[in-house]
């Protein structure tokens, strides 16, 4: 069994559950694994050992994983029956994959809490936990529903988003009158936020402003640019990151992102981002939460990355402390 005292008496083992992924691990898919593999390196500064597990490897009659991978000297190597002393969750979410983390908080150390994820990668539970901080929202449930739903929405265009998923995956805007390809039901139906003014002294056009809390503190804050004549601006989907220094935040972001950290003071470490767009340059709109913030940044922002790993880093570090502590 790979344990800590197997390692090394000084670290602790830190595993990064993902979803199950089809066919053989590619280390040569640099995109993937160079962050981890930065990520590993940096956790060793804390005394940590990173492995990355995907959920089906995991035994719960021996409450360990099967299998997983570590980075040591220059590769990725196969390691058997982990047993973490935290599990770090960057799985995708689901009606399914929430509950097999709500099984793994009972027997490990949980970041972020299940409960915290289904707020935020839920976006019905999200609107509902912050209806005042979005667009008018409507749950579609079945054919009949859209219709009656889009009859309330008072926007020319609008957003169509699958309950779950991130990186914009199966969000279309649509316009009334006009045909739009649905994802499977239920869905979220959303008034469209016009955010084509820009941000006063920030920027002049449509925008997507990211940021990111680590121990539920605002760490970071970047923009992101849709590609011409699109209204998405995922960075899956051609979008342009543009970092921002915090001091240069809009003043009248404050009550939304101070509602946001209220809300999420519930619950210990809470790790996610907050995805807003100014309308008419003044009025700030919600667009949804994330639990999970991407290691992937453009060339010329390796220091922000190092920014969010080492927030990451120290916050397993506090709660690795106050849970030795409670014992």
Not at 160 to 183: C, D, I, R, Y
Not at 209 to 233: A, D, G, H
Not at 246 to 255: D, G
Request: aromatic share 10%; charged share 25%; glycine share 4%.
């Amino acid at each position: 069994m790979l344990e800590k005292h197997h390692i090394d008496d000084a670290f602790s083992l830190i595993l990064i559950l993902s979803a199950p992924v089809p066919g053989e691990f590619d280390e040569t898919d640099r995109k993937s694994h160079s962050p981890y593999e930065i990520f590993t390196q940096e956790a060793e500064q804390y005394g940590f050992q990173i492995v990355r597990a995907s959920a089906d490897s995991y035994d719960p009659a021996a409450k360990v994983f099967r299998s997983a991978r570590t980075f040591k000297d220059g590769t990725w190597q196969m390691v058997s029956n982990v047993k973490p002393d935290l599990i770090y969750d960057k799985m995708t979410s689901s009606p399914e994959t929430l509950s097999l983390k709500r099984t793994l908080a009972t027997t490990f150390l949980f970041l972020n809490d299940p409960p915290l994820s289904e707020i935020t990668d839920n976006k019905w539970l999200t609107y509902q936990a912050f209806p005042h901080l979005h667009k008018p929202s409507f749950l579609v449930e079945s054919p009949d529903d859209f219709p009656r739903a889009l009859s309330k929405i008072k926007t020319e265009r609008y957003f169509v988003k699958p309950l779950f998923g991130n990186s914009g995956a199966g969000v279309v805007t649509g316009k009334k009158g006009e045909s739009v390809s649905l994802p499977d039901f239920p869905f979220l139906l959303q008034e469209f936020i016009d955010s084509s003014q820009g941000i006063p002294e920030i920027c002049s056009g449509p925008h997507d402003l990211r940021l990111i809390f680590v121990n539920n503190t605002l760490i970071q804050s970047y923009l992101r640019i849709p590609p011409k004549e699109s209204f998405l601006s995922n960075v899956a989907l051609g979008g342009r990151v543009l970092m921002l220094d915090l001091e240069r935040l809009p003043p009248l972001l404050q009550p939304l992102l101070e509602t946001v950290r209220e809300g999420m003071r519930a619950f210990p470490h809470a790790i996610y981002t907050v995805d807003c767009m100014l309308e008419n340059g003044k009025d700030p709109f919600l667009v949804e939460l994330n639990s999970k913030p991407g290691f992937s940044y453009e060339p010329g922002q390796e220091k922000d990355r190092l920014l969010l790993i080492n927030k990451l880093l120290s916050t397993f570090s506090l709660a690795l402390r106050e849970k030795e502590k409670a014992l």
